[in-house]
């Protein structure tokens, strides 16, 4: 039985002459919020436009068009003789509970519309990851990056757009461009690869995805790196396997623990070259164990190789990749410390065995890489761009480097000496790292340090076991080697309010 029509009582609509919003939309707005929350119900009758238009002192034109507006969208209805109404076939479910979801959704995480799996990430907030600033991981020299250069190549090749590079393109990549990768990463990296094995990604993020994708099962197994790369636990966990914390020393990792840990693991994902966030250089002899043990179990590495390019007290480490006759290890590579983060650009090298089901598991993920950062970056390597900037900029950074750790020994020389503070990993990258005394939460210091400008990533923010050391991750790219002892000044006075820590005060500070 239908409900009988409610009278037509002039709905409480405010309209605005001189708003920047026209009449017409004004009424539409507020008769579709009226409806959408229930304050106007299913069936019920509303004022003719002639009725409305002379209650608001208003022409009838804007009336006219707001009510055109809602009817075409299902909200009223006409009914021939009788009047306009709300239409009666909107869902009672939808209206009444659209608002009660929303706001359960929001407020409480542990809805059952959220998946169980991202309901293992951690939720709060990571205010030191966004920063620009003094200390902030992974920001670049931004003030000797080539402009020019990169600007000119990106025009070029965005005047001669061609209807074949807006179409979707190959997924592995542009071959020119997996070309010159294959070219540089065989000469740069002693990388075994052809360009055929090469796929284009967008940053070393979304190859690690891409792996645990392909590679991983639910409860499977996973050697990683103890203390190591946050957001590369994310996206194992959103995998749903099983994560294994192996130690890590001044070898890199120790492979002997992970054996004893769990010798069947799936997969071992490391970054030999440059361990993070502690910086040591995987040795020979743990390299080729851990080769040895992937071979024997069927198990695949996955090399992390974020920022090999940049080593400055020898020449970069040859590849672990390039040790590995049996095709077992998937090779990871990014542009993103050696030109720019937001460039999104990154390069896999995938065993001949393994790139279809990449590929497929690609196509499924993002479909294809976009087109014009390929084209220009290809010709910016292959004019020799690239090396020079590299070269440019190691010396630069070395630079910055021995500011930063000179900086620390002078503002904490009694804590150094004490083995209260240790500062790791200098030799090589872009950052380094700073433990902290006894009795202080770099994550504390951290959150509260964000809100001047000052960006230390915590140090226990990369364990994934409750046993954590604090320190802080400091990433001196992009920083002036002559800014560096002020900074280093702000960071003693972020450290000395932090409840329970003295701090001695240099003399003459």
């Not at 004490?418 to 030799?427: K, Q």
């Not at 990533?457 to 002892?485: C, N």
């Amino acid at each position: 039985m239908k409900k009988k029509p409610h009278g037509a009582a002039v709905p409480m609509i405010a309209v605005h002459r001189k708003g920047k919003k026209p009449l017409h939309r004004q009424i539409y707005d507020a008769f579709r919020t009226m409806i959408l929350e229930r304050r106007l119900q299913p069936g019920q009758q509303i004022p003719s436009t002639r009725a409305l238009a002379g209650e608001l002192g208003i022409s009838r034109i804007p009336v006219l068009g707001a009510y055109a507006q809602l009817l075409a969208e299902g909200y009223i209805e006409s009914r021939s003789g009788a009047g306009t109404f709300v239409t009666s076939s909107l869902s009672d479910q939808f209206l009444g509970a659209r608002p009660t979801v929303v706001a359960s959704v929001v407020s409480d995480p542990a809805s059952d519309a959220i998946s169980r799996v991202s309901r293992l990430l951690p939720v709060e907030g990571t205010p030191w990851f966004l920063g620009s600033g003094a200390f902030s991981v992974g920001q670049i020299a931004y003030d000797h990056f080539p402009f020019r250069v990169w600007s000119d190549l990106v025009t070029y090749h965005a005047r001669r757009v061609r209807a074949s590079s807006m179409n979707y393109s190959d997924p592995m990549g542009s071959e020119d461009f997996r070309e010159v990768i294959a070219g540089y990463l065989r000469t740069a990296r002693a990388v075994h690869c052809e360009a055929s094995q090469i796929m284009v990604v967008n940053g070393s993020q979304h190859a690690l995805d891409l792996s645990a994708r392909v590679l991983l099962d639910p409860d499977s197994p996973v050697w990683i790196e103890e203390p190591g790369y946050v957001f590369l636990r994310h996206a194992l966990t959103l995998s749903g396997c099983r994560l294994v914390p192996v130690p890590v020393d001044s070898e890199g990792l120790d492979v002997a623990a992970g054996i004893k840990l769990c010798r069947n693991a799936r997969v071992a994902y490391v970054t030999p070259s440059h361990q993070y966030p502690l910086g040591a250089t995987m040795s020979a002899a743990r390299r080729l164990q851990l080769l040895e043990w992937a071979h024997s179990v069927g198990a695949w590495i996955v090399e992390d190789d974020y920022d090999s390019e940049y080593r400055y007290e020898s020449m970069p480490v040859a590849s672990m990749q390039g040790l590995d006759p049996g095709a077992r290890v998937i090779y990871i590579g990014t542009f993103s410390k050696v030109l720019f983060p937001s460039l999104r650009l990154g390069y896999m090298v995938i065993p001949p065995a393994l790139v279809s089901r990449f590929l497929t598991v690609r196509q499924t993920n993002d479909l294809c890489p976009s087109h014009l950062y390929q084209a220009a970056l290809a010709d910016f390597i292959s004019a020799g761009h690239f090396t020079r900037h590299i070269r440019k900029t190691r010396q630069l950074y070395a630079e910055r480097r021995n500011a930063l750790a000179l900086a620390l020994r002078r503002e904490f020389s009694s804590e150094i000496e004490r083995s209260e503070m240790e500062i790791l990993g200098a030799e090589a990258g872009m950052h380094l790292v700073v433990t902290l005394p006894p009795g202080l939460s770099d994550q504390k210091i951290s959150a509260r340090a964000a809100q001047e400008n000052l960006w230390l990533w915590p140090l226990s923010a990369a364990y994934a076991s409750p046993h954590v050391r604090q320190g802080f991750i400091l990433g001196f790219g992009g920083t002036k080697a002559d800014e560096m002892l002020h900074q280093v000044r702000r960071l003693r006075k972020a450290m000395r309010n932090e409840s329970g820590y003295g701090g001695r005060t240099q003399s003459g500070h």
